[in-house]
T-cell receptor
């Protein structure tokens, strides 16, 4: 049973470009969470999704950020018009009940 | 909102010694308390968790204790080994919600 998959593992973007981060949950998991980790800090919650629904987006900036978890395919975290402050590691986690299992993360670098 | 304080931020021990990391929280409604280990360049890996109806849980060299009255929970690692060196995060939530993380403890085990 494969774990949580994320791609790409590393992503370099110039300021103003778009970044798309993908997350495939563990088989049988219908809950996906996205977290952001700045260097030498803990993880901060961004958004919680179930299939085709956003359950809680209280941690996600109102502008430039969006997330989806379609009926088919991976969950996508999209960052439009990236700025240097968006450089961070982005992790997704999946769960079926309360235990959340994390993927390896996408490290975004904005030049 | 809920806040999690984690101490110490760094911990250095000799191989074979014990290591203890403590977290305190404020919201008595929190009922699930996982601990994650994060190695450099990887995603957080769940190592042990405890629920609010249990005071202590042990898995080989790792144990977690929970004091709901005092609102703190601790990770205990006995007989530390160099491969235990990593960043450890405490976290908590209420069922079905996003995890709130501590800021992490960098554990260094020297041989």
């Amino acid at each position: 049973n494969a774990g949580v998959m994320q791609n790409p593992r590393h992503l370099v973007r110039r300021r103003g470009q778009e970044a798309r981060l993908r997350c495939s949950p563990m088989k049988g998991h219908s809950h996906v969470y996205w977290y952001r980790q700045l260097p030498e800090e803990g993880l901060k919650f961004m958004v919680y999704l179930q299939k085709e629904n956003i359950i809680d987006e209280s941690g996600m900036p109102k502008e430039r950020f969006s997330a989806e978890f379609p009926k088919e395919g991976p969950s996508i975290l999209r960052i439009q018009q990236v700025v240097r402050g968006d450089s961070a590691a982005y992790f997704c986690a999946s769960s079926e009940q309360e235990t959340q299992y994390f993927g390896p993360g996408t490290r975004l670098l904005v030049l | 909102g809920e806040n999690v304080e984690q101490h110490p931020s760094t911990l250095s021990v000799q191989e074979g010694d014990s290591a203890v990391i403590k977290c305190t929280y404020s919201d008595s409604a929190s009922n699930y308390f996982p601990w994650y280990k994060q190695e450099l360049g990887k995603g957080p890996q769940l190592i042990i968790d405890i629920r609010s109806n249990v005071g202590e849980k042990k898995d080989q060299r790792i144990a977690v204790t929970l004091n709901k009255t005092a609102k703190h929970f601790s990770l205990h690692i006995t007989e530390t080994q160099p491969e235990d060196s990593a960043v450890y995060f405490c976290a908590l939530n209420q069922a079905g919600t996003a995890l709130i993380f501590g800021k992490g403890t960098t554990l260094s085990v020297s041989s």
